[in-house]
């Protein structure tokens, strides 16, 4: 995983259900629902020329520690989620 990850400048929208950042101008983005303590996480969008820099990684993290804080689940919609979940087993407690 590329060192850019970790200067990324994450940004919660609880508004829009959204975590975000703007690399090189464009958006990378960790989508979820919340439902009571639950947090569907619904999406994950990285654009194709950003791939491999494990920016997804680092949104997806955010998100789940941030649902951990509030003592919320998840549930993981998106296949990325359920592979970086499956992938790092000191989230799996947070499974709905």
């Known amino acids: 995983m590329n060192t850019a990850s970790s200067n ?9 259900g959204r975590f975000e950042a703007i690399v090189d101008g464009l958006r990378c983005e960790a989508d979820y629902l919340l439902d009571g303590h639950i947090v569907r996480m619904t999406h994950t969008g990285v654009p194709a020329q950003l791939e491999g820099r494990g920016i997804a990684a680092a949104l997806v993290k955010a998100a789940l520690t941030w649902a951990r804080a509030q003592g919320h689940q998840v549930e993981p919609i998106c296949s990325y989620v359920r592979i970086y979940i499956k992938r790092h087993p000191e989230w799996q407690d947070l499974l709905a």
């Open 8 to 16: 990324l400048n994450i940004v919660h929208k609880p508004e829009i």
